[in-house]
Nanobody, 124 residues
């Protein structure tokens, strides 16, 4: 399984970025997809998740109303649209996938496969 994240970069506070994560090696449409992030000195934290069908999404409180997760099963890709970015959103963002649901999306052990990460830096 390969998850290739892209789209990170440097943006000013209040700006927007769209991250993409291209999946291969599994039947993408059967996997739930998620995004986590990790800032220097901090633990990895949950950002957003979307079910295999795209019918259900879940967000961390810190990004609700600003970030939107979506997926295109025809392109084997999941997206994270990030608006109204804040300096505290600065982190390496990782995509993850799993075919199962363990009761919560918010912990790393709920996910089976991980991408390599893409850096997002928000300047004040």
């Amino acid at each position: 399984v390969q998850l290739q994240a892209s789209g990170g970069g440097l943006v000013q506070a209040g700006g927007s970025l769209r991250l993409s994560c291209a999946a291969s090696g599994r039947t993408f449409s059967r996997d739930h997809m998620g995004w986590f992030r990790q800032a220097p000195g901090n633990e990895r934290e949950f950002v957003a998740a979307i079910t295999w069908s795209g019918g259900t999404t879940d967000y961390a409180d810190s990004v609700k109303g600003r970030f939107t997760i979506s997926r295109d099963n025809a392109k084997n890709t999941v997206y994270l649209q990030m608006n109204s970015l804040k300096p505290e959103d600065t982190a390496v963002y990782y995509c993850a996938s799993t075919p199962r649901y363990s009761g919560t999306w918010h912990v790393g052990r709920a996910w089976d496969y991980w991408g390599q990460g893409t850096q997002v830096t928000v300047s004040s």
